[in-house]
């Protein structure tokens, strides 16, 4: 924790107007007041856990001190994470992701919870002694999962490994694309049970539709049976002789294949031009700094040396003078500066890997299609994670930054990366003008939300400077080279161009670079991105018309 506070003051004192600059961003008494409770429930629950687990207690909340009862009402996102040993009893009528990324304690919610209750569970025994709403379970691979009074559409959905009981009924999709794990059910499922299911077993105490595609219908042996009650160890649970059991059916059903991303080609035909401004002296300081999470000035701004987060496997072994004070996006063994990658991939590791880092990247691409307000209880889970002040960020492809720049308003995040080279075969070219009228559409800029994007290829100097003038704020990219000291170098001579840049182009901060300094090359870069065609002085005349 301490390192991160030192790295953030560092750059307050390299850049002299840090505390001036004017950032519009939605500050905490903005926020809704219902986020506003779930993060201070969250703040309270860390302070309790960390206190129970030293003197060996379990916690209860949502009663008064003398035990009268006094209920949660929508909070969301709350007791993420819980750790191995901690006990919580929670009464109320909570929202949505509440108990996720748990990783071996023990909770139990005396009334009900919206959706992705129990999500990404890692170990945690949970219990709902009312009704929850859609993705109960979703993504979980080891635990248990209790719920006593039926569960919406795509309960066990995604899920790899662990017990997931729910008595009553539950809706649609029940254990869609599960791989693994046991679903128990007592009471009637809706349609598609099992959809895309390659692994696992769901079993059915009730009526049953219709089996889909790919999934087999086998009532549920003696022995099995009797085994997997000694497993639930409940009597009012238990699963008789004649109940219906669902598996896979190994390659019959037809599984979809992701289509392959298509590479987007890079900013070749664009060049930068001076728009026009008076020269600055080559030896003035040049300004290339970028503040990540300022959230108006309420929080410890990240600084970011370069409008860059270069993308890492891991971040162990980044050492170096630039490297050392430049935060990455990694996958796993994060510093203390570098911000997690998120996806289907790691998301059960959640807890574990941010402990450790600086900010969270979450790839809403690995997330099943959600609502704002359930984007909403997820912030607030990694928010109970993380240091407050770390940034959170949402990444998603370029042909749904429409949908990722709508998710990210109003969800209190920091920043939104359109990922470049994609399925669809977007250029790179025609990627700014769709990123740039989309970001302006959602307001993000009110928001204090920062654009940026991911390419598919090494950046080099003039790409950063491209980007800023695109209206881009973050550039990110895989590093070049996996050594520690070709990164090293790989960083200083970025920052060294993009100087250079800025003094051609007459200009002291990135914050200058405008699409004014843009030009495109040729007729076909021009067509696609819109700027102003090289030697014309203006974008082409198709362009005028919008």
């Not at 779930?38 to 207690?57: H, K, P």
């Not at 002296?281 to 700094?289: G, K």
Request: glycine share 14%; proline share 4%.
């Amino acid at each position: 924790m301490k390192t991160k506070v030192v790295f953030r003051r560092s750059w307050r004192v390299m850049r002299g107007q840090f505390e001036d600059r004017k950032v519009l961003a939605r500050t905490m008494a903005e926020m809704r007041e219902d986020v506003v409770r779930s993060l201070q429930l969250n703040r309270d629950l860390a302070r309790l856990v960390e206190r129970a687990l030293q003197l060996d207690q379990g916690m209860k909340v949502g009663w008064s001190r003398n035990g009268e009862p006094n209920p949660k009402q929508g909070e969301m996102g709350v007791a993420p994470g819980l750790p191995e040993g901690a006990r919580l009893r929670m009464l109320g009528a909570l929202n949505d992701s509440v108990a996720a990324f748990s990783t071996g304690g023990n909770f139990t919610l005396e009334g009900t919870a919206g959706e992705l209750f129990g999500a990404w569970n890692n170990g945690g025994n949970l219990s709902v002694e009312r009704g929850v709403g859609a993705f109960l379970g979703h993504g979980m691979c080891d635990g248990r999962i209790t719920v006593r009074d039926g569960a919406g559409d795509d309960a066990g959905s995604q899920m790899s490994g662990g017990l997931l009981l729910v008595r009553g009924d539950a809706g649609l999709r029940i254990g869609g694309g599960m791989s693994g794990g046991t679903i128990v059910v007592h009471g009637d499922v809706g349609r598609e049970p099992g959809v895309g299911m390659t692994g696992g077993r769901i079993i059915i105490n009730g009526r049953c539709p219709a089996i889909p595609e790919g999934v087999k219908m086998d009532s549920l042996s003696t022995a099995a049976a009797k085994k997997l009650n000694s497993e639930i160890g409940d009597s009012t649970l238990e699963v008789p002789n004649d109940a219906v059991c669902l598996t896979a059916i190994e390659d019959s059903a037809i599984r979809p294949t992701a289509p392959e991303s298509v590479p987007s080609g890079g900013w070749g035909g664009i060049g930068l031009v001076n728009g026009g401004e008076d020269a600055v002296p080559a030896h003035s300081q040049r300004d290339t700094l970028v503040l990540l999470a300022e959230r108006g000035g309420e929080s410890k701004a990240v600084g970011l040396p370069l409008p860059l987060i270069p993308m890492r496997e891991s971040g162990k072994g980044l050492k170096g003078e630039m490297t050392s004070i430049q935060p990455f996006i990694v996958r796993k063994e994060p510093r203390s500066i570098d911000l997690v990658i998120l996806d289907s991939n790691n998301l059960n590791d959640c807890f574990a890997l941010l402990e450790k880092a600086g900010g969270a990247v979450l790839d809403l691409a690995a997330l099943p299609t959600l609502s704002s307000p359930v984007l909403d209880g997820i912030v607030v889970s990694l928010r109970g994670i993380l240091d407050e002040d770390s940034p959170i960020i949402f990444i998603d492809d370029v042909d749904r930054v429409e949908r990722l720049h709508r998710s990210a308003t109003g969800c209190g995040i920091d920043a939104v990366i359109a990922r470049l080279g994609d399925s669809s075969g977007r250029s790179a070219d025609s990627a700014l003008p769709l990123v740039g009228r989309s970001a302006a559409s959602s307001g993000m800029a009110t928001d204090g939300i920062l654009s940026g994007l991911n390419i598919d290829w090494n950046a080099d100097a003039a790409d950063l400077a491209i980007s800023c003038a695109a209206g881009s704020t973050i550039l990110s990219c895989q590093v070049p080279d996996d050594s520690s000291q070709a990164i090293e170098a790989w960083l200083r001579e970025l920052h060294e161009g993009l100087c250079g840049w800025l003094v051609h182009l007459g200009i002291s901060t990135i914050d200058n670079l405008t699409r004014k300094h843009l030009r495109a090359l040729d007729h076909e870069t021009a067509s696609t991105s819109g700027l102003r065609l090289s030697g014309y002085g203006r974008p082409l005349p198709h362009w005028f018309a919008s």
